[in-house]
């Protein structure tokens, strides 16, 4: 359900999604960065991180 609701703040605040995952990071300045350029970018950057953090953590699990 968490997941859920970081992939939909990404679509709508793409840094707070960002935020939610990472906390202060340089993940966060970059989405700040794209999102300023265009929100497009900033919402595929976002959901990009936000799922990459996912599989990684999925595989921390499982091993």
Known sequence: MATLIRFVLAVL????GV?????LSTTLVI???LTLLGWVPG???AVWAIAKHEEQAKQQRTV
Do not use: K, W
């Open 13 to 16: 605040l793409p840094p707070l």
């Open 19 to 23: 935020f939610l995952t990472y906390g």
């Open 31 to 33: 989405n700040v960065l």
């Open 43 to 45: 919402i595929i950057h």
